[in-house]
Protein backbone atom coordinates (compact mmCIF):
# COMPACT_ATOMS: atom_id res chain seq x y z
CA UNK A 1 0.00 0.00 0.00
CA UNK A 2 2.62 2.07 0.91
CA UNK A 3 4.97 2.48 -1.98
CA UNK A 4 2.10 2.50 -4.61
CA UNK A 5 0.19 5.40 -2.77
CA UNK A 6 3.98 7.41 -2.45
CA UNK A 7 4.38 6.89 -6.00
CA UNK A 8 1.71 8.14 -7.63
CA UNK A 9 0.80 11.05 -5.30
CA UNK A 10 4.43 11.71 -4.38
CA UNK A 11 3.54 12.58 -0.75
CA UNK A 12 0.04 13.75 -1.66
CA UNK A 13 1.40 16.29 -4.95
CA UNK A 14 3.16 16.97 -7.86
CA UNK A 15 2.81 20.73 -8.35
CA UNK A 16 4.68 20.37 -11.47
CA UNK A 17 6.30 23.37 -10.97
CA UNK A 18 9.65 23.40 -12.61
CA UNK A 19 11.89 25.98 -11.04
CA UNK A 20 11.91 29.53 -12.39
CA UNK A 21 15.16 30.05 -10.46
CA UNK A 22 16.59 28.34 -7.35
CA UNK A 23 15.99 31.66 -5.33
CA UNK A 24 14.21 34.52 -7.04
CA UNK A 25 12.09 33.11 -9.73
CA UNK A 26 11.41 36.58 -10.55
CA UNK A 27 14.94 37.31 -12.07
CA UNK A 28 14.56 34.34 -14.79
CA UNK A 29 11.09 35.28 -15.99
CA UNK A 30 10.64 37.07 -19.33
CA UNK A 31 14.51 37.78 -18.70
CA UNK A 32 17.59 36.60 -19.89
CA UNK A 33 15.46 33.25 -21.45
CA UNK A 34 12.91 35.38 -23.77
CA UNK A 35 15.56 35.71 -26.81
CA UNK A 36 15.71 31.95 -26.32
CA UNK A 37 12.57 31.11 -25.87
CA UNK A 38 10.74 33.44 -28.90
CA UNK A 39 13.64 31.45 -31.26
CA UNK A 40 12.50 28.61 -30.25
CA UNK A 41 8.90 29.53 -31.36
CA UNK A 42 9.84 30.79 -34.53
CA UNK A 43 11.85 27.93 -35.12
CA UNK A 44 8.59 26.03 -34.02
CA UNK A 45 5.88 28.32 -36.54
CA UNK A 46 8.37 27.04 -39.31
CA UNK A 47 8.43 23.60 -38.12
CA UNK A 48 4.90 23.96 -37.94
CA UNK A 49 4.26 24.52 -41.70
CA UNK A 50 5.36 20.65 -42.16
CA UNK A 51 3.46 19.26 -39.41
CA UNK A 52 0.55 17.04 -41.16
CA UNK A 53 -1.48 17.96 -37.51
CA UNK A 54 -1.81 21.65 -39.28
CA UNK A 55 -4.80 19.90 -41.90
CA UNK A 56 -6.53 18.55 -39.19
CA UNK A 57 -9.09 20.83 -38.89
CA UNK A 58 -9.98 19.80 -42.81
CA UNK A 59 -10.26 16.52 -41.67
CA UNK A 60 -13.23 17.22 -39.08
CA UNK A 61 -15.30 17.75 -42.87
CA UNK A 62 -15.27 21.25 -43.23
CA UNK A 63 -18.44 23.67 -42.36
CA UNK A 64 -17.93 25.67 -39.14
CA UNK A 65 -14.24 26.50 -38.02
CA UNK A 66 -14.62 24.45 -34.39
CA UNK A 67 -14.02 26.19 -31.31
CA UNK A 68 -10.63 25.63 -29.91
CA UNK A 69 -8.97 26.07 -26.86
CA UNK A 70 -5.21 25.94 -26.32
CA UNK A 71 -3.96 24.55 -22.79
CA UNK A 72 -0.35 24.65 -21.48
CA UNK A 73 -0.08 21.30 -19.48
CA UNK A 74 2.53 21.22 -17.06
CA UNK A 75 3.52 17.86 -17.38
CA UNK A 76 2.41 14.61 -19.15
CA UNK A 77 -0.28 12.43 -17.55
CA UNK A 78 0.24 9.31 -19.27
CA UNK A 79 -2.95 7.48 -20.53
CA UNK A 80 -5.98 9.67 -18.67
CA UNK A 81 -7.33 6.84 -16.74
CA UNK A 82 -7.50 7.09 -12.44
CA UNK A 83 -4.98 4.01 -12.60
CA UNK A 84 -2.23 4.92 -14.86
CA UNK A 85 -1.81 9.16 -14.32
CA UNK A 86 1.31 9.94 -13.11
CA UNK A 87 0.61 13.42 -11.69
CA UNK A 88 2.95 15.11 -13.13
CA UNK A 89 0.63 17.84 -13.87
CA UNK A 90 -0.16 18.58 -10.12
CA UNK A 91 -4.34 17.86 -11.13
CA UNK A 92 -5.16 15.13 -12.78
CA UNK A 93 -8.51 15.18 -10.97
CA UNK A 94 -9.71 18.17 -13.18
CA UNK A 95 -8.19 16.50 -16.23
CA UNK A 96 -9.68 12.89 -16.01
CA UNK A 97 -13.24 14.32 -14.87
CA UNK A 98 -12.93 15.81 -18.32
CA UNK A 99 -13.31 12.45 -19.88
CA UNK A 100 -15.26 10.87 -17.03
CA UNK A 101 -17.85 11.37 -14.45
CA UNK A 102 -18.81 10.69 -10.73
CA UNK A 103 -21.96 10.26 -8.80
CA UNK A 104 -21.85 13.76 -7.82
CA UNK A 105 -19.99 17.16 -8.20
CA UNK A 106 -18.05 18.15 -6.24
CA UNK A 107 -16.79 16.69 -3.06
CA UNK A 108 -15.57 20.37 -2.23
CA UNK A 109 -19.10 20.74 -0.93
CA UNK A 110 -20.87 19.16 1.87
CA UNK A 111 -24.21 18.64 0.19
CA UNK A 112 -22.60 17.92 -3.66
CA UNK A 113 -24.54 18.18 -6.92
CA UNK A 114 -26.50 14.75 -8.18
CA UNK A 115 -24.12 14.27 -11.50
CA UNK A 116 -24.44 11.18 -13.46
CA UNK A 117 -26.67 10.63 -9.44
CA UNK A 118 -30.21 11.17 -9.79
CA UNK A 119 -30.42 10.59 -6.08
CA UNK A 120 -29.04 8.77 -2.98
CA UNK A 121 -30.88 7.09 -0.23
CA UNK A 122 -29.06 5.90 2.76
CA UNK A 123 -30.43 2.91 4.95
CA UNK A 124 -30.92 4.39 8.41
CA UNK A 125 -27.60 3.05 9.60
CA UNK A 126 -25.77 4.19 6.68
CA UNK A 127 -24.16 1.55 5.50
CA UNK A 128 -26.08 0.47 2.45
CA UNK A 129 -26.73 3.47 -0.29
CA UNK A 130 -29.28 3.37 -2.95
CA UNK A 131 -28.44 5.40 -6.09
CA UNK A 132 -30.42 6.07 -9.08
CA UNK A 133 -29.20 7.12 -11.77
CA UNK A 134 -30.40 9.63 -14.04
CA UNK A 135 -32.25 7.74 -17.29
CA UNK A 136 -30.24 7.49 -21.10
CA UNK A 137 -26.40 7.99 -20.19
CA UNK A 138 -24.35 6.92 -22.93
CA UNK A 139 -20.81 6.17 -22.84
CA UNK A 140 -18.12 7.47 -25.16
CA UNK A 141 -18.82 4.92 -27.83
CA UNK A 142 -22.42 4.66 -27.89
CA UNK A 143 -22.83 1.95 -25.35
CA UNK A 144 -25.24 2.76 -22.47
CA UNK A 145 -24.34 3.47 -19.16
CA UNK A 146 -26.33 1.97 -16.77
CA UNK A 147 -26.57 0.22 -12.89
CA UNK A 148 -23.75 -2.20 -13.43
CA UNK A 149 -21.17 0.21 -14.56
CA UNK A 150 -21.48 1.38 -11.24
CA UNK A 151 -21.34 -2.43 -9.23
CA UNK A 152 -18.73 -2.92 -11.66
CA UNK A 153 -16.50 0.16 -10.88
CA UNK A 154 -17.05 -0.02 -6.91
CA UNK A 155 -16.28 -3.76 -7.53
CA UNK A 156 -13.10 -2.99 -9.44
CA UNK A 157 -11.77 -0.62 -7.47
CA UNK A 158 -12.34 -2.87 -4.36
CA UNK A 159 -10.61 -6.11 -5.68
CA UNK A 160 -8.74 -5.29 -8.83
CA UNK A 161 -6.94 -1.64 -8.76
CA UNK A 162 -3.81 -1.65 -6.28
CA UNK A 163 -3.69 0.88 -3.85
CA UNK A 164 -3.75 4.67 -4.96
CA UNK A 165 -5.44 8.06 -5.16
CA UNK A 166 -9.06 6.93 -6.01
CA UNK A 167 -9.14 3.40 -4.77
CA UNK A 168 -8.62 4.05 -0.93
CA UNK A 169 -12.55 5.22 -0.89
CA UNK A 170 -13.67 2.69 -1.58
CA UNK A 171 -11.21 -0.18 0.06
CA UNK A 172 -9.86 2.00 2.94
CA UNK A 173 -12.08 4.30 4.10
CA UNK A 174 -15.17 4.02 3.67
CA UNK A 175 -14.91 0.19 3.39
CA UNK A 176 -16.87 -0.61 0.40
CA UNK A 177 -18.64 -4.98 0.81
CA UNK A 178 -20.49 -5.54 -2.04
CA UNK A 179 -23.22 -4.10 -4.49
CA UNK A 180 -26.37 -5.30 -5.57
CA UNK A 181 -28.12 -4.28 -9.38
CA UNK A 182 -31.82 -3.87 -9.05
CA UNK A 183 -32.91 -2.64 -12.13
CA UNK A 184 -31.15 -0.50 -15.07
CA UNK A 185 -30.54 2.52 -13.39
CA UNK A 186 -30.75 1.49 -9.85
CA UNK A 187 -27.86 -0.13 -7.02
CA UNK A 188 -27.73 -0.58 -3.92
CA UNK A 189 -24.11 -0.46 -2.58
CA UNK A 190 -23.49 -1.95 0.68
CA UNK A 191 -20.20 -0.74 3.43
CA UNK A 192 -18.59 -3.03 5.93
CA UNK A 193 -19.30 0.18 8.10
CA UNK A 194 -21.41 3.48 8.28
CA UNK A 195 -20.65 5.51 5.26
CA UNK A 196 -22.47 8.59 6.52
CA UNK A 197 -20.68 10.81 3.91
CA UNK A 198 -20.84 8.69 0.76
CA UNK A 199 -22.59 11.83 -1.30
CA UNK A 200 -19.09 13.56 -0.34
CA UNK A 201 -16.50 10.19 -1.14
CA UNK A 202 -16.37 7.93 -2.64
CA UNK A 203 -19.72 9.61 -4.43
CA UNK A 204 -18.19 12.86 -5.60
CA UNK A 205 -14.79 11.63 -6.36
CA UNK A 206 -14.53 7.93 -7.93
CA UNK A 207 -14.78 8.52 -11.36
CA UNK A 208 -17.70 5.55 -13.19
CA UNK A 209 -15.91 3.00 -15.04
CA UNK A 210 -17.24 1.40 -18.34
CA UNK A 211 -17.76 -2.44 -17.82
CA UNK A 212 -17.27 -3.42 -21.14
CA UNK A 213 -13.52 -1.86 -21.44
CA UNK A 214 -12.44 -2.77 -18.18
CA UNK A 215 -13.73 -6.12 -17.21
CA UNK A 216 -11.19 -7.94 -19.17
CA UNK A 217 -8.10 -5.74 -17.95
CA UNK A 218 -6.71 -7.15 -15.00
CA UNK A 219 -3.81 -4.87 -14.61
CA UNK A 220 -5.12 -1.67 -14.86
CA UNK A 221 -1.75 0.18 -14.51
CA UNK A 222 -1.12 -1.49 -18.22
CA UNK A 223 -3.53 0.03 -19.56
CA UNK A 224 -1.89 2.93 -21.73
CA UNK A 225 -2.22 2.52 -25.41
CA UNK A 226 -6.06 2.98 -26.34
CA UNK A 227 -7.33 6.70 -25.61
CA UNK A 228 -9.83 6.09 -22.63
CA UNK A 229 -13.54 5.57 -22.96
CA UNK A 230 -15.85 7.68 -20.15
CA UNK A 231 -18.89 9.24 -20.33
CA UNK A 232 -17.67 12.92 -19.77
CA UNK A 233 -17.89 16.33 -21.85
CA UNK A 234 -14.80 15.42 -23.22
CA UNK A 235 -13.73 12.51 -25.74
CA UNK A 236 -9.97 11.80 -25.71
CA UNK A 237 -9.17 11.95 -29.60
CA UNK A 238 -5.44 11.80 -29.51
CA UNK A 239 -2.40 11.00 -27.20
CA UNK A 240 1.36 12.00 -28.36
CA UNK A 241 3.70 10.91 -25.02
CA UNK A 242 4.94 13.64 -23.50
CA UNK A 243 4.46 16.07 -26.58
CA UNK A 244 -0.06 16.39 -26.17
CA UNK A 245 -3.08 15.65 -25.32
CA UNK A 246 -6.17 16.50 -28.02
CA UNK A 247 -10.17 16.78 -26.83
CA UNK A 248 -12.93 16.70 -28.37
CA UNK A 249 -16.57 17.34 -27.55
CA UNK A 250 -19.17 14.48 -27.09
CA UNK A 251 -22.16 16.06 -28.63
CA UNK A 252 -24.25 13.92 -26.82
CA UNK A 253 -23.39 15.02 -23.17
CA UNK A 254 -26.19 15.07 -20.76
CA UNK A 255 -25.80 18.09 -19.48
CA UNK A 256 -25.86 19.52 -23.08
CA UNK A 257 -22.80 19.69 -25.78
CA UNK A 258 -19.88 21.70 -24.33
CA UNK A 259 -19.10 25.36 -25.52
CA UNK A 260 -15.44 24.38 -26.42
CA UNK A 261 -15.49 22.01 -29.77
CA UNK A 262 -11.70 21.38 -28.90
CA UNK A 263 -9.31 21.28 -26.26
CA UNK A 264 -6.25 21.10 -27.55
CA UNK A 265 -3.10 20.40 -24.29
CA UNK A 266 0.20 20.81 -25.21
CA UNK A 267 3.15 19.64 -22.78
CA UNK A 268 4.78 22.32 -21.41
CA UNK A 269 7.14 21.43 -18.56
CA UNK A 270 9.25 25.09 -18.14
CA UNK A 271 7.12 27.65 -16.99
CA UNK A 272 9.31 30.14 -18.37
CA UNK A 273 8.29 28.95 -21.54
CA UNK A 274 4.48 28.34 -20.88
CA UNK A 275 3.96 32.01 -19.83
CA UNK A 276 5.57 33.38 -22.66
CA UNK A 277 3.69 31.57 -24.62
CA UNK A 278 0.54 33.10 -22.77
CA UNK A 279 1.69 36.50 -23.46
CA UNK A 280 2.43 36.14 -27.06
CA UNK A 281 -0.95 33.96 -27.83
CA UNK A 282 0.69 30.75 -28.39
CA UNK A 283 -1.49 29.14 -25.89
CA UNK A 284 -4.70 30.11 -23.88
CA UNK A 285 -4.20 29.03 -20.54
CA UNK A 286 -1.54 28.18 -18.92
CA UNK A 287 -2.77 25.12 -16.00
CA UNK A 288 0.02 26.93 -13.53
CA UNK A 289 -0.49 29.93 -10.57
CA UNK A 290 0.82 32.59 -11.92
CA UNK A 291 3.92 33.29 -10.17
CA UNK A 292 3.68 36.50 -8.25
CA UNK A 293 6.39 38.55 -9.63
CA UNK A 294 4.45 38.57 -12.88
CA UNK A 295 0.98 38.67 -11.66
CA UNK A 296 0.92 42.24 -11.84
CA UNK A 297 2.40 42.18 -15.57
CA UNK A 298 -0.39 40.27 -16.78
CA UNK A 299 -2.91 42.16 -14.90
CA UNK A 300 -2.33 45.25 -16.74
CA UNK A 301 -2.48 43.34 -20.01
CA UNK A 302 -5.35 44.30 -22.25
CA UNK A 303 -5.56 40.51 -23.88
CA UNK A 304 -4.86 38.61 -20.79
CA UNK A 305 -7.19 38.26 -17.81
CA UNK A 306 -6.31 37.15 -14.44
CA UNK A 307 -8.75 35.87 -11.83
CA UNK A 308 -8.65 34.36 -7.91
CA UNK A 309 -10.06 31.54 -6.54
CA UNK A 310 -9.30 29.34 -3.76
CA UNK A 311 -7.15 26.41 -4.67
CA UNK A 312 -6.75 24.18 -0.79
CA UNK A 313 -3.40 23.67 -1.71
CA UNK A 314 -1.36 23.85 0.95
CA UNK A 315 3.07 24.07 1.54
CA UNK A 316 4.18 22.99 4.84
CA UNK A 317 7.49 21.73 6.62
CA UNK A 318 7.23 18.37 7.94
CA UNK A 319 8.80 17.25 10.91
CA UNK A 320 10.55 13.46 11.59
CA UNK A 321 8.49 12.97 14.50
CA UNK A 322 10.47 10.13 15.50
CA UNK A 323 13.59 10.96 15.38
CA UNK A 324 15.11 12.58 18.39
CA UNK A 325 15.12 15.31 19.29
CA UNK A 326 12.28 16.41 17.24
CA UNK A 327 10.40 13.68 18.98
CA UNK A 328 9.99 16.49 21.34
CA UNK A 329 6.57 18.37 20.81
CA UNK A 330 8.46 21.54 23.09
CA UNK A 331 10.55 21.79 20.13
CA UNK A 332 8.75 21.25 17.35
CA UNK A 333 6.44 24.10 19.15
CA UNK A 334 9.38 26.55 19.66
CA UNK A 335 10.52 26.26 15.93
CA UNK A 336 6.76 27.05 14.69
CA UNK A 337 6.39 29.88 17.48
CA UNK A 338 9.77 31.47 15.70
CA UNK A 339 8.39 31.65 12.33
CA UNK A 340 6.61 34.56 10.74
CA UNK A 341 4.36 32.89 8.38
CA UNK A 342 2.47 36.76 7.18
CA UNK A 343 6.16 37.08 6.74
CA UNK A 344 6.71 34.11 4.53
CA UNK A 345 3.31 34.90 2.46
CA UNK A 346 4.49 38.30 1.79
CA UNK A 347 7.86 37.86 0.68
CA UNK A 348 7.27 34.29 -0.62
CA UNK A 349 4.35 34.77 -2.71
CA UNK A 350 3.76 38.48 -2.63
CA UNK A 351 0.59 38.20 -0.54
CA UNK A 352 -1.48 35.95 -3.25
CA UNK A 353 -2.15 33.23 -0.38
CA UNK A 354 -3.25 32.92 3.33
CA UNK A 355 -0.72 32.10 6.66
CA UNK A 356 -0.70 28.85 7.91
CA UNK A 357 -2.76 27.67 10.92
CA UNK A 358 -1.64 25.39 12.92
CA UNK A 359 -4.87 22.57 13.01
CA UNK A 360 -3.44 22.36 9.19
CA UNK A 361 -7.36 22.13 7.52
CA UNK A 362 -7.30 24.67 4.66
CA UNK A 363 -9.47 27.34 6.72
CA UNK A 364 -11.87 27.13 3.82
CA UNK A 365 -12.65 23.54 4.31
CA UNK A 366 -15.88 22.62 5.52
CA UNK A 367 -14.73 20.07 8.11
CA UNK A 368 -11.85 23.57 9.12
CA UNK A 369 -12.13 24.65 13.05
CA UNK A 370 -14.27 27.73 12.80
CA UNK A 371 -12.17 30.43 13.23
CA UNK A 372 -9.05 28.20 13.00
CA UNK A 373 -5.88 27.83 15.18
CA UNK A 374 -4.09 30.79 14.08
CA UNK A 375 -0.56 30.44 14.31
CA UNK A 376 1.02 32.37 16.68
CA UNK A 377 4.49 34.09 16.15
CA UNK A 378 6.43 34.90 19.48
CA UNK A 379 10.21 34.09 19.22
CA UNK A 380 10.26 35.14 22.94
CA UNK A 381 7.94 32.28 24.09
CA UNK A 382 9.84 30.09 21.80
CA UNK A 383 13.26 31.14 24.00
CA UNK A 384 11.67 30.53 27.02
CA UNK A 385 10.27 27.30 25.94
CA UNK A 386 13.73 25.49 24.82
CA UNK A 387 15.07 27.02 28.13
CA UNK A 388 12.44 25.39 30.20
CA UNK A 389 13.00 21.86 28.05
CA UNK A 390 16.73 21.73 28.49
CA UNK A 391 17.82 22.73 25.62
CA UNK A 392 21.05 25.04 26.30
CA UNK A 393 23.21 27.45 23.88
CA UNK A 394 26.40 26.33 23.25
CA UNK A 395 29.18 28.84 23.01
CA UNK A 396 28.35 29.52 19.05
CA UNK A 397 25.05 30.32 20.02
CA UNK A 398 23.29 27.23 18.31
CA UNK A 399 21.38 25.16 21.13
CA UNK A 400 21.68 21.51 22.36
CA UNK A 401 19.61 18.89 23.43
CA UNK A 402 19.77 17.76 27.04
CA UNK A 403 21.95 14.91 25.64
CA UNK A 404 23.85 17.15 23.83
CA UNK A 405 22.82 16.78 20.44
CA UNK A 406 22.84 20.18 18.04
CA UNK A 407 19.65 21.56 17.09
CA UNK A 408 20.76 21.59 13.76
CA UNK A 409 18.32 20.03 11.10
CA UNK A 410 18.41 19.04 7.76
CA UNK A 411 15.09 20.18 5.44
CA UNK A 412 15.10 18.22 2.16
CA UNK A 413 12.99 20.40 -0.71
CA UNK A 414 12.51 19.92 -3.92
CA UNK A 415 14.73 21.86 -6.38
CA UNK A 416 11.42 22.17 -8.52
CA UNK A 417 9.83 24.23 -5.64
CA UNK A 418 11.54 27.75 -5.82
CA UNK A 419 8.77 28.49 -3.69
CA UNK A 420 9.36 26.27 -0.82
CA UNK A 421 12.88 26.45 -1.68
CA UNK A 422 12.69 30.21 -0.34
CA UNK A 423 10.49 29.88 2.05
CA UNK A 424 12.92 27.37 3.99
CA UNK A 425 15.59 29.70 3.53
CA UNK A 426 13.55 33.13 5.28
CA UNK A 427 12.40 30.22 7.92
CA UNK A 428 16.06 29.52 8.44
CA UNK A 429 17.20 33.59 8.82
CA UNK A 430 14.30 33.42 11.42
CA UNK A 431 14.91 30.20 13.86
CA UNK A 432 18.62 30.84 14.15
CA UNK A 433 17.31 33.82 16.50
CA UNK A 434 16.13 31.12 19.05
CA UNK A 435 19.11 29.34 18.67
CA UNK A 436 18.05 26.63 16.35
CA UNK A 437 19.45 25.87 13.00
CA UNK A 438 17.42 24.63 9.62
CA UNK A 439 19.74 23.92 6.56
CA UNK A 440 17.87 23.61 3.19
CA UNK A 441 19.21 20.89 0.75
CA UNK A 442 17.80 21.02 -2.86
CA UNK A 443 17.11 17.79 -4.36
CA UNK A 444 15.72 16.71 -7.56
CA UNK A 445 12.00 15.44 -7.51
CA UNK A 446 13.76 11.86 -7.70
CA UNK A 447 16.24 12.15 -5.21
CA UNK A 448 13.75 13.74 -3.03
CA UNK A 449 11.21 10.58 -3.02
CA UNK A 450 13.98 8.41 -2.54
CA UNK A 451 15.11 10.01 0.62
CA UNK A 452 11.77 10.38 1.75
CA UNK A 453 9.44 7.09 0.72
CA UNK A 454 8.02 5.69 3.57
CA UNK A 455 7.80 2.36 4.35
CA UNK A 456 5.50 0.25 6.82
CA UNK A 457 7.28 1.43 9.69
CA UNK A 458 6.98 5.18 9.34
CA UNK A 459 9.42 7.54 7.60
CA UNK A 460 12.80 6.62 6.98
CA UNK A 461 15.71 8.83 8.52
CA UNK A 462 15.78 12.27 7.73
CA UNK A 463 14.55 15.27 9.96
CA UNK A 464 12.66 17.57 8.63
CA UNK A 465 11.42 18.31 4.77
CA UNK A 466 8.89 20.74 2.76
CA UNK A 467 5.87 19.17 0.89
CA UNK A 468 2.20 19.61 0.28
CA UNK A 469 -1.37 18.57 0.24
CA UNK A 470 -3.99 19.55 -2.45
CA UNK A 471 -7.31 20.48 -2.40
CA UNK A 472 -8.38 16.79 -2.00
CA UNK A 473 -6.86 16.09 0.99
CA UNK A 474 -8.23 19.25 2.38
CA UNK A 475 -11.66 18.78 1.80
CA UNK A 476 -11.97 15.13 2.41
CA UNK A 477 -13.69 14.38 5.70
CA UNK A 478 -11.81 11.13 6.18
CA UNK A 479 -8.37 12.82 5.38
CA UNK A 480 -7.72 13.55 9.37
CA UNK A 481 -7.81 9.82 9.83
CA UNK A 482 -6.15 8.87 6.68
CA UNK A 483 -2.97 10.90 7.06
CA UNK A 484 -2.22 11.47 10.79
CA UNK A 485 -4.11 8.42 12.65
CA UNK A 486 -1.61 5.75 13.88
CA UNK A 487 -0.44 2.69 11.61
CA UNK A 488 -3.32 0.48 11.66
CA UNK A 489 -5.14 -1.23 8.59
CA UNK A 490 -7.06 1.80 7.77
CA UNK A 491 -5.33 4.26 6.36
CA UNK A 492 -1.78 5.75 5.54
CA UNK A 493 -1.54 6.17 9.61
CA UNK A 494 1.32 8.91 10.09
CA UNK A 495 3.87 8.09 7.33
CA UNK A 496 4.74 11.75 6.42
CA UNK A 497 5.69 12.33 9.78
CA UNK A 498 5.35 9.07 11.83
CA UNK A 499 3.63 11.23 14.34
CA UNK A 500 1.01 9.17 16.61
CA UNK A 501 -1.52 10.25 19.21
CA UNK A 502 -4.05 8.50 21.03
CA UNK A 503 -6.75 10.82 21.60
CA UNK A 504 -6.00 11.97 18.11
CA UNK A 505 -6.46 8.24 17.03
CA UNK A 506 -10.18 8.09 19.20
CA UNK A 507 -11.68 11.52 17.68
CA UNK A 508 -10.60 10.20 13.93
CA UNK A 509 -11.95 6.75 14.72
CA UNK A 510 -15.38 8.33 16.30
CA UNK A 511 -16.00 10.96 13.87
CA UNK A 512 -15.55 8.28 10.63
CA UNK A 513 -19.16 6.80 11.44
CA UNK A 514 -20.74 10.36 12.11
CA UNK A 515 -22.82 12.42 9.76
CA UNK A 516 -21.24 15.67 8.42
CA UNK A 517 -22.95 18.05 10.85
CA UNK A 518 -22.07 15.40 13.77
CA UNK A 519 -19.05 14.81 12.69
CA UNK A 520 -17.42 18.58 12.58
CA UNK A 521 -17.12 18.82 16.33
CA UNK A 522 -15.42 15.99 16.87
CA UNK A 523 -12.91 17.01 13.55
CA UNK A 524 -12.77 20.24 15.63
CA UNK A 525 -11.30 18.19 18.85
CA UNK A 526 -9.08 16.38 16.31
CA UNK A 527 -7.75 19.41 14.87
CA UNK A 528 -6.73 20.84 18.42
CA UNK A 529 -4.77 18.11 18.95
CA UNK A 530 -2.98 17.96 16.41
CA UNK A 531 -2.11 22.00 16.85
CA UNK A 532 -1.32 21.22 20.10
CA UNK A 533 1.70 18.75 18.90
CA UNK A 534 2.71 20.61 16.05
CA UNK A 535 3.74 17.19 13.60
CA UNK A 536 4.05 19.61 10.50
CA UNK A 537 4.30 23.42 10.01
CA UNK A 538 1.68 24.57 7.83
CA UNK A 539 4.07 27.62 6.20
CA UNK A 540 0.52 29.03 3.75
CA UNK A 541 -2.16 28.37 1.69
CA UNK A 542 -1.75 29.51 -1.45
CA UNK A 543 -4.46 31.63 -3.36
CA UNK A 544 -5.08 30.05 -6.72
CA UNK A 545 -4.06 32.82 -9.25
CA UNK A 546 -4.59 31.59 -13.12
CA UNK A 547 -4.64 33.69 -16.26
CA UNK A 548 -5.74 33.30 -19.69
CA UNK A 549 -6.81 34.74 -23.31
CA UNK A 550 -10.43 36.04 -23.44
CA UNK A 551 -10.41 36.46 -26.69
CA UNK A 552 -10.06 32.62 -27.43
CA UNK A 553 -12.33 31.77 -24.53
CA UNK A 554 -14.10 33.87 -21.81
CA UNK A 555 -16.36 31.46 -20.01
CA UNK A 556 -14.31 30.24 -17.75
CA UNK A 557 -15.55 29.01 -14.24
CA UNK A 558 -13.70 29.83 -10.76
CA UNK A 559 -14.57 26.51 -9.32
CA UNK A 560 -14.71 26.82 -5.74
CA UNK A 561 -11.12 24.39 -4.72
CA UNK A 562 -10.67 23.20 -7.92
CA UNK A 563 -9.58 26.65 -9.86
CA UNK A 564 -10.57 26.72 -13.46
CA UNK A 565 -9.48 23.88 -15.77
CA UNK A 566 -12.69 21.95 -14.74
CA UNK A 567 -15.56 20.67 -16.57
CA UNK A 568 -18.46 23.02 -15.60
CA UNK A 569 -16.04 25.83 -17.21
CA UNK A 570 -17.04 24.38 -20.71
CA UNK A 571 -21.14 23.87 -19.89
CA UNK A 572 -23.78 26.00 -19.25
CA UNK A 573 -25.48 27.04 -17.20
CA UNK A 574 -22.39 27.18 -14.69
CA UNK A 575 -20.43 28.81 -18.07
CA UNK A 576 -21.71 31.86 -19.93
CA UNK A 577 -19.24 32.72 -22.57
CA UNK A 578 -19.72 36.21 -24.54
CA UNK A 579 -20.65 36.07 -27.97
CA UNK A 580 -17.38 37.60 -29.24
CA UNK A 581 -15.77 34.90 -27.44
CA UNK A 582 -13.57 31.44 -29.10
CA UNK A 583 -13.08 33.56 -32.60
CA UNK A 584 -9.06 34.60 -31.17
CA UNK A 585 -7.79 31.31 -30.40
CA UNK A 586 -6.12 30.50 -33.74
CA UNK A 587 -7.32 27.97 -36.18
CA UNK A 588 -7.23 24.10 -35.24
CA UNK A 589 -3.69 23.01 -35.71
CA UNK A 590 -2.60 26.00 -37.86
CA UNK A 591 -0.56 27.49 -34.83
CA UNK A 592 2.98 26.41 -34.19
CA UNK A 593 2.28 24.62 -30.66
CA UNK A 594 2.29 21.27 -31.59
CA UNK A 595 5.79 22.17 -33.11
CA UNK A 596 6.91 24.25 -29.34
CA UNK A 597 5.96 20.86 -27.48
CA UNK A 598 8.22 19.38 -29.91
CA UNK A 599 11.35 21.63 -29.42
CA UNK A 600 10.89 22.01 -25.80
CA UNK A 601 10.72 18.58 -25.04
CA UNK A 602 13.78 17.78 -26.67
CA UNK A 603 15.43 20.42 -25.29
CA UNK A 604 15.70 22.12 -28.53
CA UNK A 605 16.29 19.11 -31.07
CA UNK A 606 13.95 17.79 -33.08
CA UNK A 607 12.17 14.24 -31.87
CA UNK A 608 12.96 11.74 -34.38
CA UNK A 609 9.98 9.52 -33.65
CA UNK A 610 7.27 9.34 -31.74
CA UNK A 611 4.17 7.47 -30.82
CA UNK A 612 0.93 8.61 -31.93
CA UNK A 613 -1.91 7.22 -30.18
CA UNK A 614 -4.96 7.97 -31.94
CA UNK A 615 -8.71 6.49 -31.40
CA UNK A 616 -9.55 4.01 -34.46
CA UNK A 617 -11.90 5.47 -36.48
CA UNK A 618 -13.51 2.15 -37.87
CA UNK A 619 -12.14 -0.96 -36.24
CA UNK A 620 -12.01 0.47 -33.07
CA UNK A 621 -15.51 1.20 -32.78
CA UNK A 622 -15.98 -2.62 -32.97
CA UNK A 623 -13.79 -2.57 -29.90
CA UNK A 624 -15.43 -0.54 -28.05
CA UNK A 625 -12.68 2.86 -28.55
CA UNK A 626 -14.78 4.92 -30.48
Same mark, same amino acid.
Given at each position: ???????????????G???L????P???????R???A???????????????????????G??????T???????Y?N?????T???A?G?P?DL?M??????F???????P?P??????T?S???R??????????T????????????K??F??F???A???????H??D???????????D?T??LD??R???????L????L?????H???G???P?????????G??P??????V?D???????N???????????????????????A??????????????????????R?E??????????????????R??T??P???????R?A??????Y?????Q??Q???????D?????????????G?????????? !? @?L? +??A??R *?? $????R????? %?????????????P??????????????DI???L?P???D?????????????G??A????????????????????????S???????????????????Q?? !? @??? +????Q? *?? $??????Q??? %?????L??????D??????P?????????????I??????????????AA?????????G?P?VA???V??????A????VV??R???????????
Amino acid at each position: MFGTYMTHACTVRFRGTESLSRNHPEENFMGRRTAGALAAFVAAALLAIATPHAAAQDDEGGGDEPTTVRVALSGYENNLTPFTVTFASGRPDDLLMLVYDSLFWSQVSEDPEPWLAESATPSNDFRTWTVTLRPDLTWHDGQPLTAEDVKFTFDYFNEVAGPGRWTHHVSDEPPYRGGEVIDDRTVRLDFARPAPTFTILPGADLPILPQHIWQGIDDPETATGEPPVGSGPYKVTEIVPDQRYRFEANEDYFKGEPLVDVIEMPIVTDPNAAFQALQTGQVDYVDRDVPPAVVDRFESADDIEVVRGTDFDSTELRFHTRQPPLDDPRLRKAIGLAIDYDALVEQVLQGDGQPGNDNWVHPRSPWALPGGDEHEFDPQRA !E @RLL +GEAGYR *RG $PDGLRVSPDG %APLDFEVLVSSFEPESLRAVQLAARQVQDIGVRLRPEALDPATLRQRTRPGPGGPPAYDAQMSGFDWHAHTDPDSLYFFFHSPGQRGIGAIFTGWSNDRFDQLV !E @RAA +GLPAQA *RK $PVLHEAQRVL %AEEVPLLTFWYRDGVNAYRPAAYDGWVTDFGHGILTKRSFLRPYAEPTAASGRGGGDDGGVPWVALVTVLAAGGVAVAAVVVVRRRRQAGAEQGFE
